[in-house]
C-alpha cells in the first residue's frame, strides 16, 4: 500500500509546511517590530518638531529683549564694545599632551607647538 518512497515524501512535506508556517511567524513578528520602531521614529521626529518651534519662540529677539529689560538690575549685562574681544595674537598657546602628540604621530601629522587653542 505505502511505499517507503511515499512515507519519504510524506515526512518531507510535512517538515516543509513546518518551516513555512515558522518562517511565516518570524516574519510577522519582525514584521511587527519595525511598525513599532517605525512608531517611535515618528514620535520622536515629532518632538524634535515640538522642541525646534519652543526654541524658536523662546530665543525670539523681542522676547529676549523684553527679558533683558525686567532683569537688568539682577544680570547686569552691557552691549559688548570691540575693545572687549581678543585678538588671536593674545591668546596663550595651548599646551601640548601626550595623547595629543601619540595621536598625531600615528597619523603622521607634524605637531605645530605655536598653534593656540582658538585656531586649527
Known amino acids: 500500500m505505502f511505499r517507503t518512497s511515499d512515507i519519504v515524501l510524506i515526512g518531507v512535506m510535512v517538515a516543509a509546511a513546518a518551516m513555512t508556517y ?7 513578528e519582525q514584521l511587527a517590530t519595525v511598525r ?6 515618528r514620535t520622536e521626529e515629532e518632538t524634535i518638531d515640538l522642541l525646534k518651534a519652543d526654541w524658536s519662540l523662546l530665543t525670539q529677539p523681542g ?6 529689560e ?3 538690575d539682577q544680570l547686569g549685562l552691557e552691549p559688548a564694545t570691540p575693545h572687549q574681544f581678543a585678538r588671536v595674537d593674545s591668546l596663550p598657546q595651548r599646551p601640548l599632551t601626550i595623547e595629543d602628540i601619540t595621536a598625531a604621530d600615528a597619523a603622521g ?11 586649527e
Open 22 to 28: 515558522t518562517i511565516k511567524r518570524d516574519a510577522g
Open 70 to 72: 525686567r532683569y537688568q
Open 36 to 41: 513599532k520602531i517605525q512608531a517611535q521614529i
Open 63 to 68: 522676547r529676549l529683549q523684553r527679558l533683558v
Open 109 to 119: 601629522k607634524l605637531i605645530d607647538p605655536t598653534q593656540t587653542g582658538a585656531v
